[in-house]
């Protein structure tokens, strides 16, 4: 079952800026493009770091101390379009970062992601979470004939009711439908005929035939 992926929210137009890009283009670029930091590339787009208005701010600080020539926080905390978007949210909330430059397999930067794209996943109208769930999971994966089980979804939070023939086949649906992008919460009203789930403990001494 396909998940959403940083590759589907993340912004693919860059703006980027040189390691010798000057202290004024820079800020230029920040204004002109209404955004708060830039990507920091060589030649072959490769992500040097990152530069953001505080980094800016804190060289208008020290003005005039040759120490401070570099403009640039780096190395770069940098994610893959094929990433989960919850693996991407752990990331920027372990590195305390608001945005993280997409890399492709070479290393190149391809796209940027910011916290706000992070969260285009909840504006999923119900009606297409509703179809996931109902394709991917009730249909593709538990392959459960429709009419057995019924799904509603209101501002995300999915209810599921019905009764399928096994407590494991019952729980995972539940689990799956969780896992849909733009999910909140999931109701659990399903019901079973079988708890395949408990384990039968033999006596000791107890054999099971083979046959």
């Not at 120490?67 to 990331?91: C, F, G, H, K, N």
């Not at 392959?143 to 019952?170: F, K, M, N, Q």
């Not at 399903?190 to 035939?209: A, F, I, S």
């Amino acid at each position: 079952m396909r998940t959403w992926q940083v590759g589907d929210v993340m912004t693919r137009d860059v703006a980027t800026v040189g390691a010798e890009t000057p202290y004024r283009d820079i800020v230029d670029v920040l204004i002109r493009r209404g955004i708060s930091a830039v990507p920091v590339v060589d030649g072959f787009r490769r992500v040097l770091g990152v530069v953001s208005e505080a980094d800016l701010l804190h060289k208008a600080e020290r003005a005039g101390n040759p120490d401070e020539r570099r403009v640039l926080t780096a190395p770069a905390v940098t994610t893959y379009p094929e990433s989960p978007l919850p693996a991407a949210a752990r990331l920027m909330d372990r590195e305390v970062v608001k945005r993280l430059p997409v890399l492709d397999d070479l290393g190149r930067l391809v796209g940027i992601v910011t916290r706000g794209d992070l969260l285009r996943v909840h504006l999923r109208s119900d009606a297409e979470i509703r179809a996931d769930v109902v394709q991917e999971v009730l249909r593709r994966v538990l392959a459960v004939r429709d009419g057995l089980v019924t799904v509603r979804v209101r501002d995300g939070e999915v209810t599921l009711d019905g009764r399928l023939d096994r407590r494991s086949a019952a729980d995972l649906a539940v689990r799956l439908a969780g896992q849909v992008s733009g999910v909140v919460r999931v109701v659990d009203l399903m019901g079973y005929d079988v708890d395949d789930t408990v384990l039968v403990e033999l006596p000791p001494g107890r054999v099971t035939p083979v046959a």
